[in-house]
T-cell receptor, first 112, second 112 residues
Framework: GQNIDQPTEMTATEGAIVQINCTYQTSGFNGLFWYQQHAGEAPTFLSYNVLDGLEEKGRFSSFLSRSKGYSYLLLKELQMKDSASYLC?????????????FGTGTRLTVIP | EPEVTQTPSHQVTQMGQEVILRCVPI?????FYWYRQILGQKVEFLVSFYNNEISEKSEIFDDQFSVERPDGSNFTLKIRSTKLEDSAMYFCASAAAYNEQFFGPGTRLTVL
């Protein structure tokens, strides 16, 4: 089966940098996605990694190491509006061509 | 910017009743998905749909569930005989290809 682990909660200060880790053990792998989800709202796409390395997109970066089954999402210059859950999701082609398997999410609280 | 829409935003039903949740995917997308999220839990894949048929379905998607694309724009999820444990947020998502999925705002289903 799919095993996708993230810390349950994190707290960070406005203006700081925070790194949210995700480890996964899946039968196959064809990409890792990060989504942001504000309470009561839909997940919104942040980033996608399929090759090893860092993908940067403004204040958000995501890193992938396939050999380690590990990814992180880096948020810089934190803003209060970044308080949300961050969901790590893996695409496992052995369980469906484009279906996403989500972790439980990391609830990030940004404090002043 | 095009977006996925879902109706209703909140549906309350009695146990044993049938419900139909409706989604309008982004117009040029070809891949459609239903996910659900029980309160406080992770987002779970239900079913994927491509070329007018189901591509994959999870073990959650049993005989009480069905999906349909009745016309060129709508994508529906029917639950034939609702159970208390079907209470959840149901998200529709669509994708142009094997890349990021765009989620709708969700329908909160409450089964009494």
């Amino acid at each position: 089966g799919q095993n996708i682990d993230q810390p349950t909660e994190m707290t960070a200060t406005e203006g700081a940098i925070v790194q949210i880790n995700c480890t996964y053990q899946t039968s196959g792998f064809n990409g890792l996605f990060w989504y942001q989800q504000h309470a009561g709202e839909a997940p919104t796409f942040l980033s996608y990694n399929v090759l090893d390395g860092l993908e940067e997109k403004g204040r958000f970066s995501s890193f992938l190491s396939r050999s380690k089954g590990y990814s992180y999402l880096l948020l810089k210059e934190l803003q209060m509006k970044d308080s949300a859950s961050y969901l790590c999701a893996v695409r496992d082609p052995l369980k469906g061509a484009n279906n996403l398997f989500f972790g439980t999410g990391t609830r990030l609280t940004v404090i002043p | 910017e095009p977006e996925v829409t879902q109706t209703p935003s909140h549906q309350v039903t009695q146990m044993g009743q049938e419900v139909i949740l409706r989604c309008v995917p982004i117009s040029n997308h070809l891949y459609f998905y239903w996910y659900r999220q029980i309160l406080g839990q992770k987002v779970e894949f239900l079913v994927s749909f491509y070329n007018n048929e189901i591509s994959e379905k999870s073990e959650i998607f049993d005989d009480q569930f069905s999906v349909e694309r009745p016309d060129g724009s709508n994508f529906t999820l029917k639950i034939r005989s609702t159970k208390l444990e079907d209470s959840a947020m149901y998200f529709c998502a669509s994708a142009a290809a094997y890349n990021e999925q765009f989620f709708g705002p969700g329908t909160r289903l409450t089964v009494l």
